[in-house]
């Protein structure tokens, strides 16, 4: 059963931006409280790119900072990252991660983003 469903990937020339979007169903969301996006480039680690907490606070990759911005639609039950200025650097599977307060953990099923130079 699919609980996350990712979107906004594709296509990208160098400088251009994206919008990912992880929409959740609203019983998962109403008990999530850490939101998280992450990357996995070929032949690499999976990364923390960017998160969110239930309070605001968010925390970001040093390389994303004032590139990328993640947000809360809580109306929509989705977080998104906005992602502007992309660099082929940037290029991977994207992955949302929910956290909910007793620890269980939900994976979205990645979305891919290259950028071209």
């Known amino acids: 059963q699919v609980q996350l469903v990712e979107s906004g990937g594709g296509l990208v020339q160098a400088g251009g931006s994206l919008r990912l979007s992880c929409k959740a169903s609203?019983?998962?969301?109403?008990?999530?409280?850490?939101k998280e996006w992450y990357r996995q480039a070929p032949g690499k680690q999976r990364e923390l790119v960017a998160a969110?907490?239930?309070?605001?606070?968010?925390n970001y990759h040093d390389s994303v900072k004032g590139r990328f911005t993640i947000s809360d639609d809580n109306a929509r039950n989705a977080v998104s990252l906005q992602m502007d200025s992309l660099e082929p650097e940037d290029t991977a599977v994207y992955y949302c991660?929910?956290?909910?307060?007793?620890?269980?953990?939900?994976w979205g099923q990645g979305t891919q983003v290259t950028v071209s130079s």
């Open positions: 969110v907490t239930t309070g605001g606070n968010t």
């Open positions: 609203r019983t998962i969301f109403v008990r999530i409280t850490a």
């Open positions: 991660k929910l956290t909910r307060t007793d620890g269980l953990i939900y």
